[in-house]
């Protein structure tokens, strides 16, 4: 294997982990989509604001797209 294949392949493992961290994101995002509509009681719908804001944000993330549990958001207790 030669230095050119080793990278290529560590692009290939740094794209397959964005991909999955970008879908689990995405996922997350989907899950509390219900919380945002108009029917839903205000503390509920404000308290998911700034998490799925923080879900948006992660793709800027220091350690984006190697995250570590703790750097995901945590999900409102309401």
């Known amino acids: ?3 050119d294949d080793v990278v290529v392949n560590q692009q290939d493992y740094e794209e397959d982990v964005s991909r999955f961290a970008r879908e689990e994101r995405n996922q997350l995002l989907l899950d509390s989509d219900w919380t945002q ?3 839903v009681n205000q503390r509920t719908r404000y308290a998911y604001v700034g998490y799925r804001q ?3 944000d ?3 993330h220091g350690n984006w797209p ?3 549990p703790e750097d995901w958001p945590k ?3 309401v």
């Open 37 to 39: 509509l108009s029917d």
């Open 75 to 77: 999900k409102p207790n």
């Open 58 to 60: 992660l793709p800027d």
């Open 1 to 3: 294997m030669s230095e």
């Open 66 to 68: 190697f995250l570590n």
């Open 54 to 56: 923080a879900l948006r």
